[in-house]
């Protein structure tokens, strides 16, 4: 038996991860949050791993919220860093494969063609720092895996599909930036991918690579064109209108350009990735019942 330790599990992508979990045959996996393990404590880091061993973990955990870490980086390190390589110093003798989720915020959205994992980074926020600090612990453990992704979002929490939809119901005209590009990530495709690459080394027998890799959905757009193909799916009231983020003032920077390439995670495990507006559509079909998103009950 496999034994796969999910952490985050209450976040987007740990929820798509537990839907998706029944497809690993002959894996058994745990799910925790902050309730069953406080990632700032090392005292109950040590403790739980000396109670609980696994064949992967896969770190959905962070301090994600951007702007706040403009005024808690120490916290933001704290989690994106520091309990991380708490958690290596106690995975490590069992040899643990751990895969640990990062971010386009990495870099500092300066470039003009899709970011291969070897780019330069150089963040320009809080939050990037210390997300490239927790990068840089993982890849000096021998079994660790960095996936960056961007844009994410789902049929649950907190993001941008659910804002435009609520705000688009409850505004006449909603002012999105169209001078910023990546691409949208829906958290279930990412979970696939996740669970495939676990099991093509499992029941295929690929090799389990340590290093960078990049997933997100194919193609790209701006928030701008992301708002109003959300706008045309859902069939909101609301006026969509671009704007300079010069004109969107927020207290952490975002990258101007966050498109990352993929080839590398395709080649090594031969994924078959998603189209980000097929992504979209899945997230609202899943966002409950059509009567729910007419209510703005979502």
Known sequence: MINILVTGSDG???????????KLVGCKFSFIDIDELDLKDPTSIRDYFSLNKFDYLINCAGFTAVDKAEEEEDKAFEINADALSHIIDNIRAH????????TDYVFDGKGQAPYPEDFPTHPES??????????????NYKQGMVIRTSWLYSS????FVKSIIKKGREQDILKVVDDQFGTPTFAGHLA??????????EQEKRPFIPGIFHYTNKGSCTWFEFATKIKSLVSLPCSIVP????????PAKRPAYSIL???KIITHYNLN?????????KCLDELEEPSKLISGQI
């Open 12 to 22: 987007q992508l740990g929820r798509e991860i537990k839907k998706l979990s029944h």
């Open 95 to 102: 040899g643990t494969r751990l895969i640990h989720i990062s």
């Open 126 to 139: 809080a939050y990037g720092r210390s997300k490239l600090a927790g990068e840089k612990i993982c890849l």
């Open 156 to 159: 649950h929490g907190h993001n």
């Open 192 to 201: 696939q991918a996740l669970i495939s690459i676990i099991d093509s080394v």
């Open 243 to 250: 704007v300079k983020s010069t004109e969107y003032i927020l």
């Open 261 to 263: 390439s993929k080839e």
């Open 273 to 281: 990735i998603p189209h980000w507006e097929e992504g979209l559509k």
